[in-house]
């Protein structure tokens, strides 16, 4: 019965650690330039799950404890069996909150290269620009002053 409660438990323990690594890809994903808008469009959402996620799991763990403490209650299998389920609810949403923070991670990672991309590129071209007006201003410097020696 015992390793009945510790799977449970560790159910309820792993949803918990989850929201912690949710949290801390997001502020590591908002205090850089990943964490854009369109990355606050999918992880706010769920941002907002998160409380909900870690109050589940505490009422696991402690209706947990309770069935631990009251094993002799008649209800106590199928009180057993709606916890278990409950932890396996409250981890499974924490899994899926957890994998769509890694893809929106990897798609704003991917939207950040285009943008650098698209910088680096319009930098260039902002410099080929002005290459290309100096050396007609350098021609027309040229032709003039060649055309001034033909005159004299």
């Not at 449970?8 to 964490?35: E, P």
């Not at 996620?53 to 069935?67: D, F, G, P, Q």
């Amino acid at each position: 019965m015992e390793s009945i409660f510790t799977e449970i438990n560790s159910k309820a323990n792993k949803a918990r650690t989850n929201v912690d690594y949710f949290h801390t890809a997001y502020m590591k994903a908002t205090n850089t330039d990943l964490g854009d808008e369109a990355f606050k469009a999918v992880t706010n959402p769920i941002l907002s799950q998160m409380e909900q996620i870690i109050n589940t799991s505490k009422h696991v763990s402690y209706r947990l404890e309770v069935l631990r403490n009251a094993n002799s209650d008649p209800n106590f299998l199928r009180d057993l069996d709606e916890v278990d389920r409950m932890g396996d609810d409250v981890l499974e949403k924490s899994k899926t909150a957890l994998d769509i923070m890694r893809k929106a991670i990897v798609d704003a990672k991917e939207r950040k290269k285009a943008r650098d991309e698209a910088i680096k590129e319009e930098e260039e071209a902002q410099k080929r620009a002005k290459e290309e007006e100096l050396k007609k201003k350098a021609k027309n410097e040229l032709g003039e002053s060649s055309s001034h020696y033909q005159r004299n």
